[in-house]
């Protein structure tokens, strides 16, 4: 097995999530009023290995929506669907060194990478766009129930509504960029957008989301029913964009201190691929200035502390 001694694992891991709980700075995320109203205790974190060993501590039955954890499986779906050339004639492979939400495009005036919103929702648009907008969402649940092996993946109805009512800055993107031809000719923008916002309204806990995570690791492979997801490939460059671009303005830093793929989203929701090891996730609402959750990053830094898991450790 991939962590031989799982106990003793189990037990130091266990006193990392209580070393990180005292951390309680940071606020919630207000721009979605929905998200404004979630308990800001909220403290969990789950395993899975890529032999399927599982852990959780904390409140890992609790729901929360993806937000922008969704934004590395719809990239990672379409890779698989359309492959990398196509995805990428849409969108950059760059770190924006913005904010997650601005009104930027990169110097050929595409979104600099999927990771951040305008890059997102390009992608979106790429998803079965002749389909109608239900098969279409069809399509991306099942992808991400596939990727969590048929765990809890559920839709939160009221953080989308929420979420869409107050979106003018993601509509501001997305027409900024239909202005630059962005999208593939005929998108619908509104539809794409609908798509975007539910994909974020997605609903997991951390013991699902933690298989999701471990699906990367293993290659797109689902460690508890052995099904392929999505190929090799399209996980390699996920995971690559994930280094340089899961952690919005702080990317540069975690993967300097972390060195692991990771990504997090404005619910407080995070997950952590160790490459053909293990997938973390991890949930505590209350967010740093750069949008990432609090308790979360402390939490990675000292796991690495105590495990040699940063990748380039003992080269
Ligand atoms: N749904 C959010 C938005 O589009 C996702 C952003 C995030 O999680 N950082 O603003």
């Not at 403290?43 to 904390?58: F, K, L, P």
């Not at 999505?230 to 460059?237: E, G, H, I, P, Q």
């Not at 990771?262 to 929701?269: P, T």
Request: a neutral charge; glycine letters at 6%.
């Amino acid at each position: 097995l991939i962590v031989p001694d799982w106990p003793s694992f189990k037990k130091t891991v266990g006193e990392l999530f209580e070393k990180a709980r005292p951390y309680k700075d940071g606020n919630l995320a207000t721009y979605i009023p929905q998200l404004a109203r979630t308990d800001p205790e909220l403290w969990s974190v789950s395993i899975c290995t890529v032999d399927g060993q599982r852990a959780s501590w904390g409140d890992h039955n609790v729901p929360f929506c993806l937000q922008s954890v969704a934004k590395p499986f719809n990239y990672a779906a379409a890779l698989n669907l359309l492959g990398v050339d196509y995805v990428h004639k849409y969108v950059g492979q760059e770190p924006s060194g913005r904010f997650f939400n601005e009104i930027c495009l990169d110097a050929d005036k595409k979104p600099h990478n999927p990771m951040v919103n305008a890059g997102a929702i390009v992608v979106t648009s790429l998803l079965n766009p002749k389909e109608g907008l239900s098969d279409r969402f069809d399509f991306i649940l099942k992808t991400m129930r596939k990727f969590a092996g048929e765990q809890f993946v559920s839709f939160k109805n009221s953080v989308f509504l929420s979420e869409r009512e107050t979106a003018d800055r993601n509509y501001a993107i997305s027409y900024y960029m239909r202005e630059h031809n962005c999208f593939p000719p005929n998108t619908n923008l509104v539809e794409t957008l609908d798509l975007y916002f539910q994909s974020c309204s997605i609903s997991v806990n951390t013991d699902s989301l933690a298989v999701m995570a471990a699906t990367l690791a293993n290659g797109g492979v689902c460690p508890l029913n052995n099904e392929r997801v999505v190929s090799n490939r399209a996980v390699r460059d996920t995971l690559s964009l994930m280094l340089s671009c899961g952690m919005y303005d702080y990317s540069g830093q975690f993967a300097f201190k972390v060195g692991l793929p990771a990504k997090s989203g404005v619910s407080g929701d995070m997950m952590i691929v160790v490459p053909n090891c293990m997938g973390i996730a991890i949930y505590s609402p209350r967010l740093d200035q750069f949008g990432n959750t609090v308790r979360g990053v402390k939490f990675a830094e000292h796991l690495v502390e105590s495990y040699n898991l940063h990748h380039y450790d003992s080269l």
